[in-house]
Every structure is written in structure tokens, then in C-alpha cells.
């Protein structure tokens, strides 16, 4: 019985409760357990919610969620007190009361282990064999599809629990095109059975994963029945069961349905399963459809998922799914909805977006995802035996060389490389054209406006600050158009996937590897692009690391310091100053990684087939970026540029040359007031208001030295081809010194434009905060170390 059925009043045991993943865990989390008494508050005929009592406290639960719970009710344990043997053996002095009480008990437990176990599979890979072998049955077997056309049921007991088996015909996926994939599918999703085993044929393994990448969808219990495991062994191809079940998130069973060889394991990891024996068993997993159609899922969810009475029977991502493929038999449920219309428009605007991006449906847009899916999740499982392949598709070509164990690296390289030369080269040009502009614009400003602070304000503080942001906009743009360009032809999935070894190693995903690279360039975009990371973990972590990828911005600071104190060896110096960032960015993600829960997501890396981009989507992706980068930083930049400007401007010195004006500002003031804090690396006052106003952007830090000792840092080289910066600060600080400087630069708090990109991209305040904090600290100890280690080599 269920428990929607239970009257007022009365008291009933649950047994088990049906549904699919997500719904079962929250009632599972109210209380709803094997074994539990539940007490009916108020069940009147129309009412609903119904109010229940559980485990002493009220819950109200929809009639429509209280039908998943299956119930003993108390008439039904007092029948049993008749006729059930165990209960009339019952000692005769027991109460009433005590006696109905181990009726329901035993019941219940009785009730709890029967369990209706469905196979699911392709036509031919072995279910009626494993079915007859299991259930004893003599099915009719035969090696031709369609053998199969209705449900047969088979009885058998494993372990102390009752197994009612049940073989479905064989189908290919679970989309409603023919007769057989509905049936499944209603049988799956109406009569809900326990526990399901999808029967995969190890020998056309990846054909048959795609009805399992359907399974998943739906948030079902599902154990993979490994069958014809003989004949993957024959030809000698290797495949890490655990690890694929584990991708996967379901177990993984080897079985020889032919001779019986792993069917008692299997229904075992099926009990296992059913009674949730270890929740490593299985997860539920979200398989990636890529970023675009899970952007329409994200937007279409939410609409079928306001419907209650939708929820307790299926999972809505399942439902979004198959709208979006415009699967005829959803499309009728959802009709239903009194929210069809707001469901209808979101869809056909999703569906349009997609066209105009995609160039295809959103249904193909879904398989192509799936099987990128399987082919990741094989790539990292399946060895086959056989190096050749009959027949090689135009991605299999590709892929052997851009795979390739020689080749692969070297390609891969000489791309970024690429990538980073046209970047940076190609975006000189128009960097330079922004720049002159901005420098344009500042002059015809200060000669249009009347001297005086706003006129600074305007000129030094606002055009100057939205031009150092503008500047990087070229750079911004070229390097997302590679970016989309390797990730709409498919080739950054393979990029991911020939460091995801590598990086797994401290505990990132593949997909951290470009957004650490970008992070040479500069640290905004590369955060942003830690976006297509699902793993919240891995994502965090990059995030976190990325700073001390050395930005470009820092690029001239270095050249700066290594040129006027390392004359002998200017490229050592920048060489070393790079590897100490990394080196210290692979230790942070080992130590952060400690801190942070595991979400244990898979670390499937999808690969699509390759594919011509289409323009549209790649213009659409570079610019998106652009924008965003515009957006968000083009105001908290101004903001804090002005901010800057602010502090070195006042309180004002009329008249004093520009070096006296710094000193005795605001700014001046904090450089001083920190000395002592920063002494200890042999800072003095001048270099930290640097480093001060390389809060703001680090570009600010040679100017802001320029103007301290009072001279033009981009002066005509002098005789010794030192610039008349370089020989001021030669003159000024230690070597030692200098070289603290150069790995504080390094390693502090990277920016305001990455501190607000952190925020965004965490969604918290918190973490940029910490990660500041951590960047600041771990900057102070390596640049004190690194004076140390050099008064030792220089003495002052
Ligand atoms: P169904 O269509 O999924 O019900 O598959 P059947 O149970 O009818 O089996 C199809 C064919 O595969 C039959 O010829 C079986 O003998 C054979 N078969 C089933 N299981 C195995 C197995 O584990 N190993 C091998 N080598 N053959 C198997
Ligand atoms: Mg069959």
C-alpha cells in the first residue's frame, strides 16, 4: 500500500521509497526509511499537502509524493497476525498492542526484501541470458534483435531477498521512437523497479553506453551488468571497470551471462545498492552537454520544474532534456502544465539560440554531447588490443596525430605559442592605436579644461584609468578568438585531455590547464575562463592559483629589475621569476585542494567530434568575453584608478615638483606607515607606495617608481644602457633588496581587475578576500626568504 491511502489516524511502517534520485534523498532526509512508523495526521480526500507524523515530527507531504512511499498499514499486519507463520509463533502472553507492533515490523522487513529488478540494454547483449541464468527461466535466446517483445517476469531469491526480475525488450536508447524504447520507458519511469541493471555488451561497448548515458539522465539506481566480458578478454582489449564506474557513477559488473560467470556479484552490487551499503557505490552525475545547451537547460529547468506534482515522479533535468529534443511523449506530460506557455517560450527561444549558434538542432547538439561523453570516459578506460582500426573517421585521423604520445605535446605547445605570439604581437597594433587615442583624448581634455583638480581628476584619474583598461581589450579579444576557435572545432577537449595526467597529479582537472596558461597573459580573462570546469573543487583551486601565473602586466617590472640589476643574466632572472610562480602555484593548489570538500565530480573530458566553428558562435563567444571584461571591470577599474589618483593627489602641494607631491600625499603617507612592515624584505618607503599603487593595476608600479625618483621611466637610454629610472634605482636600493622586490611583485595581490574577477567568477566576497590575505602572506615570506638569501650573496 502506499502511504497517500493510509486514513487518519492510523499508523503504518514504510517499506521503501520509489522515485527517482534527487526526490528519494530529500524524503529519505525527512525520515522516510525502512522501518520507520509513520502516523497519519490528517488525510481528508481532497486535502493536500497530507500532514504525517514521522519519527516525532509533523511533515506534510503532497499526495503526489506520499504515492512513492510504500507502506505496511495496520490492517495489513493484523491479517498478517493470521496467517503468517513466523507471527503466530509469537509468544501467547504478548500484548495487543506489542504483537500488532512486530506484525508491521516483520512485514516491513519482509515487504522490504522483495525488490523488482529491471534489465535494460541494446537488442543482443545478453539480457535473456542473463535473465534465464539468474532466474532460472528458459527463455527463448537467439542471436537476432527483437527476440524479446514484452516484459517477462522471473522469480528468484538471492542473499535472503526475493528478486522479481524482469527482462524488457532490447532498445538503443531510450528516445520514443518506436514501440519497444516507450515501453521501456514507461516501465522504467511507472512501475518503478528497485534497482536497474543496464546489460552493455563489452564487445560494442561504446554503441551500447549511450542508452546508459540516457539512464543517467533520468537519476535512476543503476548497476551496469558488463556482459560478454569473455570476449573482451579474448581479444585482449583491457578496460578499468572501477574506474569507468566511477566516471560513470553507477557500478560496474563484469558478467558472462553465457555461463554464469559474475552474475552472483552482480545482484549483489545490486542489494548493495538498493540498500545504499556504501554511498561510493553510486553518485548521481550531470553529463556535460556542453556550455550552450546547458545553458538552455538551466533556462527551461526551472519552469517544468515548477510543477510539484512533476518533481516527486521524474527528474526534471531529465524532462528538460528530452524537451529540448522535442521527444513527443514529455511534450504531452508538459502539456498538461498550467505553466506550458512560459515552458513552450523558453524552449523555442532556446531552440532558436542554438540554431543560430550551432548551426543544428538541439536535439543532435544533445547526442553529439553524449557521445563526446562516452568517448571521453573510454579514452581514459578502454585500451583495445588492436592498434588498427578498419574503418577511421575523419576525427580518428585527426585525433591520432593531435593524440599522438610524441606529438601530441609538441603540437599542443606550438599552438599556445602561437596563440600567445598572435596575442600579443598581432594586439601591439591596435593596443598601441588605443593608446595613442587615450593619450589624445587626455591632451585635448587638459587643453580644453581650465587647470585645477577636476581637470587632473578628469585627465590623470578617469581617462587615464579607463584607458589602462581599454589598452588590454585588443589583447582580450584576439586571445578569446583562438580560445573559442580551439574550443568549437573541439580541439581544446583533446588539449584538456593530454594534460589531465599531468594535472590530476595536484588535484586539478585537464580543463585547468588553459585557463593557467591564459594566466601569463593576463589573470582577468583566465579566470573567467575557469568557467567550463564543473568540478567546484578543481574550479576554486585554479581560480586560487592563477595569480601567481605572472601576468603580463608584471612582465615590464621584471624586465625593469632584471635589466638594471642582473645585467650579466637579465633572462635567468625573468626565467627564474616565472618558474617560482609555478613552482609555488603547484604547491598552493596541493595545500588549498586540502580545504576544500571534494565534490567528487567525474572527471569525464568530453570529445566531440571535430568540427568546423561556425562563425557565428565564434564571434558571439570573443565577444561575450569582451564585453564581460568590459563590463565588470571597466567600472570597479575607474573606480579604483580614480581612488589611486585620489590618494597620491591630495592633500595638494601647489607648485612642488611631481617626487615632493607623491611623498607628501595620502599615498605617500600609507608607504610610509607600512615601512616597517615591509623593512624586513629591505623595502623602503618609495618601492612600497609602488607596490601600492600596483594594487590598482601593476602597470602603475614603474610609473608611480618614475615619478619618486623623479624621472621619466621611459627616458632615452643612458651610456651604460641603463634607463635614467634604472640608474636611480641602482643607486637607491641593495641588490637583495631588488630581488625581494621582484618576487613580492610576483606573488602579492595580483590586481583590482583579478580581485573583482575572483568575486564574480566564486560568486563571493569571501574568497577574493582570502585569497588576497594568502597571496599578500605568501608574497612577504618568499620576498623576505629571497633577502635573505641575498644579503648573504650581497652583502650591503
Ligand atoms: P538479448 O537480445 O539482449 O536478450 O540477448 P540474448 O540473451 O538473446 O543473447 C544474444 C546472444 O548473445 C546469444 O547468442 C547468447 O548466447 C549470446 N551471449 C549472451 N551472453 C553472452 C556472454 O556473456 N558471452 C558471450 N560470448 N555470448 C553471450
Ligand atoms: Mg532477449
Request: proline share 4%; glycine share 8%; aromatic share 10%.
Amino acid at each position: 500500500m502506499n502511504l497517500s491511502d493510509v486514513a487518519t489516524g492510523e499508523k503504518a511502517v514504510v517499506v521503501r521509497v520509489h522515485g527517482h534520485g534527487s526526490f528519494r534523498k530529500r524524503l529519505i532526509e525527512m525520515g522516510f526509511i525502512k522501518g520507520k512508523e509513520v502516523r497519519v495526521v490528517l488525510n481528508a480526500p481532497l486535502k493536500d499537502p497530507i500532514e504525517y507524523e514521522i519519527i516525532g515530527y509533523k511533515v506534510s507531504l503532497r499526495r503526489e509524493e506520499a504515492r512513492q512511499i510504500e507502506v505496511v498499514t495496520e490492517a495489513e499486519a493484523r491479517e498478517a497476525l493470521l496467517s503468517d507463520e513466523h507471527l503466530q509463533a509469537l509468544p501467547a502472553d504478548l500484548e495487543d498492542a506489542a504483537r500488532l507492533e512486530r506484525a508491521l515490523e516483520h512485514v516491513a522487513d519482509e515487504r522490504h526484501h522483495t525488490l523488482r529488478v529491471a534489465l535494460v540494454g541494446n537488442p543482443n547483449c545478453g539480457k535473456t541470458s542473463l535473465f534465464n541464468i539468474a532466474s532460472g527461466a528458459h527463455e527463448h535466446v537467439g542471436n537476432y534483435s527483437g527476440v524479446t517483445v514484452d516484459a517477462k517476469e522471473g522469480h528468484f531469491s538471492h542473499k535472503g531477498y526475493d528478486i522479481t526480475l524482469v527482462d524488457l525488450p532490447g532498445t538503443y536508447s531510450l528516445s520514443a521512437y518506436s514501440p519497444e524504447e516507450l515501453y521501456v520507458r514507461k516501465n522504467l519511469l511507472e512501475t518503478t523497479p528497485d534497482v536497474v541493471v543496464n546489460v552493455v555488451d563489452a564487445s560494442n561497448i561504446e554503441r551500447n553506453l549511450y542508452l546508459t548515458t540516457q539512464l543517467i539522465d533520468m537519476n535512476l539506481r543503476v548497476v551496469m551488468a558488463l556482459n560478454m566480458y569473455d570476449e573482451l578478454r579474448h581479444k585482449g582489449d583491457k578496460l578499468d571497470t572501477k574506474q569507468l564506474g566511477y566516471l560513470l557513477g553507477m557500478p560496474v559488473c563484469p558478467t558472462v551471462s553465457r555461463n554464469g560467470e559474475g552474475i552472483s556479484e552482480l545482484f549483489d552490487t545490486v542489494i548493495a545498492v538498493y540498500e545504499q551499503a556504501d554511498p561510493r557505490l553510486s553518485r548521481h552525475i550531470h553529463i556535460n552537454h556542453g556550455a550552450e545547451i546547458e545553458r538552455s537547460i538551466k533556462r527551461v529547468q526551472p519552469y517544468i520544474a515548477h510543477n510539484e506534482e512533476l518533481k516527486s515522479r521524474y527528474s526534471t533535468r531529465y524532462l528538460t532534456i528530452k524537451y529540448l529534443e522535442k521527444d513527443k511523449d514529455v511534450e504531452d506530460l508538459l502539456a498538461g502544465m498550467p505553466n506550458i506557455g512560459d515552458i513552450a517560450n523558453a524552449r523555442s527561444d532556446e531552440e532558436a539560440r542554438i540554431r543560430k549558434l550551432l548551426g543544428g538542432s538541439p536535439e543532435s547538439a544533445i547526442v553529439d554531447a553524449k557521445y563526446a561523453f562516452i568517448q571521453g570516459a573510454l579514452a581514459e578506460t578502454y585500451e583495445k588490443y588492436h592498434a588498427e582500426k578498419p574503418r577511421r573517421s575523419l576525427t580518428d585521423k585527426i585525433d591520432a596525430i593531435v593524440t599522438n604520445q610524441w606529438l601530441a605535446f609538441p603540437i599542443f605547445l606550438l599552438l599556445l605559442w602561437f596563440v600567445f605570439w598572435a596575442t600579443f604581437t598581432i594586439g601591439q597594433y591596435p593596443m598601441d592605436w588605443i593608446d595613442a587615442g587615450v593619450s589624445w583624448l587626455g591632451d585635448r581634455l587638459g587643453s580644453l579644461l581650465r587647470d585645477g583638480w577636476f581637470k587632473d581628476l578628469l585627465v590623470d584619474g578617469v581617462v587615464a584609468g579607463v584607458g589602462s583598461v581599454l589598452v588590454f581589450l585588443p589583447n582580450i579579444l584576439i586571445l578569446y578568438f583562438f580560445i573559442s576557435l580551439m574550443e568549437d572545432s573541439g580541439y581544446m577537449a583533446r588539449a584538456a585531455f593530454i594534460v589531465d595526467k599531468l594535472m590530476h597529479r595536484i588535484g586539478l582537472h585537464g580543463k585547468s590547464f588553459i585557463p593557467m596558461v591564459m594566466g601569463f597573459g593576463c589573470n582577468v580573462p583566465a579566470i573567467m575562463a575557469t568557467r567550463s570546469i564543473e568540478s567546484r573543487k578543481s574550479r576554486l583551486v585554479t581560480i586560487a592559483i592563477i595569480p601567481f601565473m605572472s601576468c603580463a602586466g608584471r612582465l615590464p617590472i621584471f624586465v625593469l629589475f632584471a635589466g638594471a640589476f642582473f645585467p650579466a643574466h637579465p633572462a635567468t632572472a625573468l626565467l627564474g621569476i616565472y618558474l617560482l610562480g609555478i613552482v609555488l602555484a603547484i604547491l598552493s593548489a596541493l595545500v588549498i585542494g586540502k580545504f576544500i570538500k571534494d565534490d567528487d565530480l567525474p572527471f569525464v573530458m568530453e570529445l566531440p567530434p571535430y568540427r568546423v566553428p561556425t562563425a557565428k558562435a565564434i564571434g558571439r563567444h570573443t565577444w561575450e568575453k569582451g564585453r564581460q571584461y568590459l563590463e565588470k571591470m571597466a567600472t570597479t577599474i575607474l573606480i579604483f584608478s580614480v581612488a589611486i589618483w585620489f590618494l597620491g593627489y591630495f592633500p595638494r602641494h601647489e607648485g612642488a615638483t611631481p617626487a615632493y607631491q607623491q611623498e607628501h600625499s595620502i599615498i605617500g603617507s600609507i608607504g610610509k606607515a607600512v615601512e616597517p612592515a615591509m623593512a624586513p624584505m629591505g623595502f623602503n618607503w618609495k618601492m612600497d607606495v609602488g607596490l601600492l599603487t600596483g594594487v590598482g593595476a601593476k602597470e602603475l608600479v614603474i610609473s608611480s617608481l618614475g615619478v619618486m625618483y623623479a624621472t621619466d621611466p621611459l627616458d632615452a637610454a643612458e651610456d651604460d644602457g641603463d634607463t635614467a629610472l634604472q640608474s636611480a634605482l641602482k643607486a637607491d636600493i641593495p641588490m637583495a633588496a631588488a630581488l625581494a622586490y621582484m618576487v613580492f611583485v610576483l606573488l602579492y595581490f595580483p590586481c583590482i581587475a583579478t580581485f573583482v574577477a575572483i568575486k564574480n567568477e566564486t560568486g563571493k566576497w569571501r574568497w577574493a578576500i582570502l585569497l588576497c590575505l594568502y597571496t599578500i602572506l605568501v608574497a612577504w615570506i618568499f620576498a623576505f626568504a629571497a633577502y635573505r638569501i641575498g644579503l648573504l650573496l650581497w652583502p650591503l
